[in-house]
T-cell receptor, first 111, second 112 residues
Framework: SQQGEEDPQALSIQEGENATMNCSYK?????LQWYRQNSGRGLVHLIL?????REKHSGRLRVTLDTSKKSSSLLITASRAADTASYFC???????????FGKGTSLLVTP | DGGITQSPKYLFRKEGQNVTLSCEQN?????MYWYRQDPGQGLRLIYY???????QKGDIAEGYSVSREKKESFPLTVTSAQKNPTAFYLC???????????FGPGTRLTVL
């Protein structure tokens, strides 16, 4: 079952702008992860944030987690054309020992 | 050079045939997973395995089967019972459940 839901479904920005995408989930979690997928490829792990963390940074990525609202956001600063991809959030929880992935946000960064 | 590989990259199948998708990892990971992805959709879990000789059904296991006889290998068979098998199939592994997952490059299956 897909617990995470990303918003927006699609996002188009210009190079240099910031991109923000959101993820909402339904049940309590131990951690939340963000992944990136280039067209026709496998997913690549970006960042993991634990339920007791509120914010985490990795290079140009900033992830926040609000467990009271059951939501997370991924901010990509100073976007580049190479950031064009789909971004997925994944949560642990009610699927036994596997992650639940959302449907993703499709990001297009134009030069 | 550690990683996870899937083969073949593209696979064509006639209706009524079973096909097996290969997934191999040399990361020494205990957990392995199979996902299906349809166009514009997220990942749906088919099967997962936490350890050798053990596997569990995911959300859409009907029409699929797996085996986990070796730690490195987790092949997926798409049987003729799967009514709509055309999709992109992704294999992943993680050192433990709920940890970061490492994905293979995927196999695109088309039923002719």
């Amino acid at each position: 079952s897909q617990q995470g839901e990303e918003d927006p479904q699609a996002l188009s920005i210009q190079e240099g702008e910031n991109a923000t995408m959101n993820c909402s989930y339904k049940t309590s979690i131990n951690n939340l992860q963000w992944y990136r997928q280039n067209s026709g490829r496998g997913l690549v792990h970006l960042i993991l944030i634990r339920s007791n963390e509120r914010e985490k940074h990795s290079g140009r990525l900033r992830v926040t987690l609000d467990t009271s609202k059951k939501s997370s956001s991924l901010l990509i600063t100073a976007s580049r054309a190479a950031d064009t991809a789909s971004y997925f959030c994944a949560t642990d929880g009610n699927s036994g020992y596997a992650l639940n992935f959302g449907k993703g946000t499709s990001l297009l960064v134009t030069p | 050079d550690g990683g996870i590989t899937q083969s073949p990259k593209y696979l064509f199948r006639k209706e009524g045939q079973n096909v097996t998708l290969s997934c191999e990892q040399n990361l020494n990971h205990d957990a392995m997973y199979w996902y299906r992805q349809d166009p514009g959709q997220g990942l749906r879990l088919i099967y997962y395995s936490q350890i050798v000789n053990d596997f569990q059904k995911g959300d859409i296991a009907e029409g699929y089967s797996v085996s986990r006889e070796k730690k490195e290998s987790f092949p997926l068979t798409v049987t003729s019972a799967q009514k709509n098998p055309t999709a992109f199939y992704l294999c992943a592994s993680s050192i433990r459940p709920y940890n970061e997952q490492f994905f293979g490059p995927g196999t695109r299956l088309t039923v002719l």
